[in-house]
């Protein structure tokens, strides 16, 4: 079987581009013969046109590309990475059926929501509603969770006999329990702080408001707390509210940004913390849940969205609406040890349902439906 996985040019150490990487390699190491092709940069001119109109254009068609090259390319089948990338179906014949990931579409579910819609420009909705159009051109979907896939199903009525769950695996070699060197405590001043992971961007819908509100409620009582924020805002306004509220409450000492840091860092990071929270009231899966289960990293996480399908029993919930809540499940887990270890031993076992071997087994079944369907 031979697969080409399209995928965008430079999706970094996004949620979107880890998964991807993870799909790339699990079937590499199963013996899937897999070539990757991403769209080509649009000609010069047009990013050009694109920076004087504020737009990178470049990233906006890597997004949702028109055509791919795949002249010399031979495939069984196309693997298109993510739901946005779906425009390339309406654009360009393939001469393989084609498979799409959906890892969401809460874009379009919390468009007419005033605070969480975030495609406010009108050529963002024009496209994002192209890319759902092209999804009905694949020959099957891959949601990463039964979340997603009811979604699919309720939201765009879908045929439910076409969306296969294919959950996103972790690589347990390099995500498990390991000790933490105290240079890296030191380097991201850690030493003598009980550490609150929040892994992620500044999306509204992620409720940092809620956790820092929390914060403030919980300082008292655990006056070494410190919020260690890792990820990328991406919401340049949202990340100025923050930053407004944490200086209504007197938190500056007790929150710490890091918008970028290497993937061997933050898998140490995941170990240095006490706990990792996420607040988000939709999720269309969950990786940091998940990374910091297999981690050892007790989770304190919403019940809402796909983060019950991920954390199941080995995480503490709470309303992501409720910063009392949320104050009361972050102070257990700071102040109980032995509920800790119930957490972290809970949440290794959890993490190894997720396994690579798990993963190729759901896509190979996947792709082999979809290339029989198409004879």
């Not at 403030?216 to 070494?224: I, T």
Request: glycine fraction near 4%; charge should be positive.
């Amino acid at each position: 079987m031979q697969i080409t996985l399209i995928t965008r040019p430079t999706a970094g150490s996004t949620g979107t581009g880890r998964y991807t990487a993870s799909v790339a390699a699990a079937l590499q190491q199963a013996g899937v013969q897999l070539s990757t092709v991403s769209p080509a940069a649009p000609p010069w001119a047009m990013q050009r046109f694109g920076q004087l109109v504020g737009r990178d254009l470049r990233a906006f068609f890597g997004s949702y590309p028109l055509r791919v090259p795949i002249a010399h390319t031979r495939a069984d089948l196309y693997h298109i990475a993510t739901q946005t990338m779906a425009t390339l179906l309406l654009f360009q014949r393939l001469p393989a059926p084609a498979v799409v990931t959906v890892l969401d579409i809460l874009p379009y579910l919390l468009l007419h929501d005033p605070h969480l819609n975030t495609l406010a420009h009108p050529l963002d909705r024009f496209c994002y509603r192209l890319a759902l159009r092209g999804l009905r051109r694949a020959r099957r979907l891959l949601a990463i969770s039964e979340y997603t896939r009811r979604t699919l199903i309720e939201a765009l009525h879908l045929p439910a006999a076409q969306i296969d769950v294919v959950y996103p695996a972790i690589d347990l070699a390099q995500w498990h329990p390991a000790p933490v060197p105290e240079a890296l405590r030191q380097r991201y001043g850690l030493v003598g702080r009980r550490v609150v992971l929040y892994v992620g961007s500044d999306d509204p819908r992620k409720n940092l408001t809620t956790l820092i509100e929390a914060l403030a409620l919980l300082r008292q009582a655990v006056p070494d707390v410190l919020l260690l924020k890792v990820g990328a805002p991406h919401f340049t306004a949202e990340r100025q509210r923050l930053h407004a509220l944490i200086e209504r409450h007197n938190l500056t000492q007790h929150v710490r940004f890091c918008d970028s840091v290497p993937d061997t860092d933050l898998r140490l990071l995941y170990c240095a913390a006490a706990i990792m929270v996420l607040p988000s009231s939709y999720e269309g899966f969950g990786l940091p849940v998940l990374e910091a289960l297999a981690s050892g990293t007790p989770v304190v996480c919403a019940r809402t969205s796909a983060l019950p399908e991920v954390a199941g029993t080995a995480a503490l919930y709470a309303d992501p609406h409720s910063p009392p809540q949320f104050a009361t499940a972050i102070k257990r887990v700071l102040l109980d040890a032995s509920l800790r270890e119930e957490l972290a031993a809970r949440g290794t076992q959890q993490a190894a349902h997720f396994s690579s071997a798990r993963q190729v087994q759901d896509l190979l079944a996947a792709y082999r439906r979809s290339i029989a369907a198409a004879r």
